[in-house]
């Protein structure tokens, strides 16, 4: 089994948190969620935030070998979502998800 190794935050959209101030003036907070991997709910993650995302995902990373990740953002990139990914050039020639 391949894992992805990586340490995310995601910042949800500024309205989803707001701190209760005075009826006046109320101001807006992001949420922060914090994961771990392996084992602690990054890819699922990962992948749900690319079901959200409306307009571009930007990925860089040394290596590249999460199925459900690469699934999702092809399914983002066929939903309209502008996708770019950024990998190290000692991954050329290493295969692809889908490839042998």
Known sequence: MKVLSLILVFLTPL???QAQESPQRQSVLPSIEVYFSPHGGCTDAIVREL???HSTVLV?????TSAPI?????????R???????LDKSQEGVPTVGEG
């Open 15 to 17: 309205s989803a948190c």
């Open 51 to 53: 079901g959200n995302a």
């Open 60 to 64: 860089q990373a040394y290596s590249f």
């Open 70 to 78: 690469a699934k999702a953002l092809l399914e983002a990139h066929r």
């Open 80 to 86: 309209g979502v502008k996708v770019q990914v950024i």
